[in-house]
């Protein structure tokens, strides 16, 4: 009886003791993997200033007043969409960007698979049903959300999101348009972590099948 009791009181006390050692091992070979992982990844982040605010006519005359300038950024989402080789998934409130819109139909005449979801209501302003018109005249689909009272506000973009070598993405507040871009607080982040690519690119699937 002392022995089934001594046996018991060790097993209860060393339990707990020996679960939160595996426990914590696990945890810390998870951390390490991501420490690890981390360093295959970048993010950089495109943050608009009071400094683009003069910046627009800078756009205009295609001549940047330094790598912070809103023409440095446009050609650096540019760059991000005309890399593209696969798919091309982007989420946006407000695409008025004629050279975004440019670089989407060049990429859907290589062959890259275009998905574009905007709102509804910033569809029906002139220079956003404009730009989606030229979507459509290039047969690259987009879908709109409804209802009407709740905006579809996301702004990112998913680059080639099914190849783990090439996948890339960018999000933040930053809507595509001279506006975002030259006249707003913004910021965008651009990444390569697959692991944030792909929990965009469910929320992507989900809406587009939703919408
Ligand atoms: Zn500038």
Known sequence: ?????????????????VLSYLLD?????KIKLITEDDNKFYNQLLSVTMKNFNCKPHVIEKNEC???CSLAYQKIIQAFISSAKSSICLCIYIFTLKSLTYEL????????DVRVISDQIMFETKSQRDNFSILSKNEIPYKLHSPRSIK???KFCLIDKDDPERAKMFSGSLNLT???FC???DNTV?????????RFSDEFEKLWNLF
């Open 1 to 17: 009886m002392n022995k089934l009791i001594c046996f018991l009181y060790i097993s209860i006390t060393t339990l707990p003791v």
């Open 25 to 29: 091992r696990k945890y810390r070979r």
């Open 66 to 68: 330094s790598e912070n």
């Open 105 to 112: 139909i060049q990429a859907h005449k290589r062959g890259v």
């Open 152 to 154: 579809m506000h996301h």
């Open 178 to 180: 001279n506006q975002g």
């Open 183 to 185: 006249y707003n607080f």
């Open 190 to 198: 651009l990444t390569n972590n697959i692991y944030v690519i792909k």
